[in-house]
């Protein structure tokens, strides 16, 4: 089945820019989603179909998709922003087709 | 907005069988696929197992000969049921509601998700 990889954890400062990877074959023709998961919550859907908002979430949060790389990038990070983030996406001929990244682990130092 | 919350006995022997139940509060249950999800200590997210408002399921291949997932009455309550549990089925459990739009499938509603141990 498909299988998307993502860097297990990452650190960033205060109001610096995180960007979080999600590598797969070809994935820039792939519709991506982004998971956060803070510790003891629900998992909440950032992104969906590679660089979409739901309501509620803020424009420093954002996606985007190419070649065999997606993005989730988080500008001006704060503390709240500490969280496990994991991609998602829809591999529609599979007998297996709901595949998640492995999750990140964005730490704010 | 709709909102997901598990529940059922968390705590298993060898070869029993796992049933947990997911309350849906608010929002409508049609054209969304109900599903199951868990996280293995250490490992990623797996989809177990979705059920749309129409009755048809879909399950991951490798627990497909023992997972039920079926629909209350009222279409409030989703339920899950795996069989013959081995340690490998302990972990975090959730419910969450998938939507197909355009070419995507994702999740934009999740509960908080139940912790299942397996032990003798």
């Known amino acids: 089945s498909y299988v998307l990889t993502q860097p297990p954890s990452i650190s960033v400062a205060p109001g610096q820019t995180a960007r979080i990877t999600c590598g797969g074959d070809n994935i820039g023709s792939k519709s991506v989603h982004w998971y956060q998961r803070r510790p003891g919550q629900a998992p909440v859907l950032v992104v969906y179909?590679?660089?979409q908002r739901p309501s509620g979430i803020p424009e420093r949060i954002f996606g985007y998709n190419s070649g065999t790389t997606a993005t989730l990038a988080i500008s001006r990070v704060e503390a709240g922003d500490e969280a496990d983030y994991y991609c998602q996406v829809w591999d529609k001929s599979s007998d297996h087709p709901v595949v998640f990244g492995g999750g990140a682990k964005l730490t704010v130092l | 907005q709709a909102h997901l919350q598990e529940w059922g006995e968390g705590v298993l022997k060898p070869s029993e069988t796992l049933s947990l139940t997911c309350e849906i509060y608010?929002?409508?249950?049609?054209?969304?696929?109900w599903t199951w999800l868990r996280q293995p200590p250490g490992k990623s997210l797996e989809w177990i197992v979705d059920?749309?408002?129409?009755?048809?399921?879909k399950s991951n291949p490798s627990l497909r000969s023992r997972v039920t997932i079926s629909v209350g009455p009222s279409q409030n309550q989703l339920f899950l049921t795996l069989r013959d549990v081995t340690a490998t089925d302990a972990g975090l459990y959730y419910c969450?509601?998938?939507?197909?739009?355009?070419?995507?499938?994702?999740?934009?509603?999740w509960g908080r998700g139940i912790v299942v141990s397996v032990s003798s």
């Open positions: 608010g929002g409508s249950f049609s054209g969304y696929y």
């Open positions: 179909d590679d660089n």
């Open positions: 969450a509601r998938g939507r197909i739009y355009h070419d995507a499938w994702y999740f934009d509603v």
């Open positions: 059920i749309n408002d129409s009755g048809i399921s």
